[in-house]
């Protein structure tokens, strides 16, 4: 999984399947959710690549994808919007939203 800024964010959605992690550092389902997005990314990362935006670094990226509550994660395909699931939810139900796109 990589930290991206505003500036690699762009090129980095740009091909393939990506999940981006819309988090703060002071967001406590944000930390809680943040060893679930780990785990989908070393069991996935083959099929999905992963990387995580600080809001506080980036409130161009969290405005133009219209983030107003966190953990928020958006699912990418060639650089376009395909899904987006807010807040903390089980490994279980991350993976079965993720996986309906990795066929």
Same mark, same amino acid.
């Given at each position: 999984?990589?930290?991206?800024? $505003?500036?690699?964010?762009?090129?980095?959605? !740009? $091909?393939?399947?990506? &999940?981006?992690?819309?988090?703060?550092?002071?967001?406590?389902?944000?930390?809680?959710?943040?060893?679930?997005?780990?785990?989908?990314?070393? !069991?996935? /990362?083959?099929?999905?690549?992963?990387?995580?935006?600080?809001?506080?670094?980036?409130?161009?990226?969290?405005? $133009?994808?219209?983030? /107003?509550?966190?953990?928020?994660?958006? &699912?990418? !395909?060639?650089?376009?919007? +395909?899904?987006?699931?807010?807040?903390?939810?089980?490994?279980?139900?991350?993976?079965?939203? +993720?996986? /309906?796109? &990795?066929?």
């Amino acid at each position: 999984m990589v930290e991206l800024t $505003k500036e690699k964010f762009n090129e980095f959605i !740009k $091909k393939g399947i990506v &999940l981006i992690d819309f988090h703060a550092h002071w967001c406590m389902p944000c930390v809680i959710m943040s060893p679930i997005v780990d785990e989908i990314s070393k !069991k996935f /990362r083959d099929k999905l690549k992963v990387g995580k935006i600080n809001i506080d670094n980036a409130p161009e990226l969290a405005q $133009k994808y219209n983030i /107003r509550s966190i953990p928020n994660f958006i &699912l990418f !395909k060639n650089g376009k919007v +395909i899904d987006q699931f807010i807040g903390s939810i089980s490994k279980e139900e991350f993976e079965k939203k +993720i996986k /309906r796109y &990795l066929i």
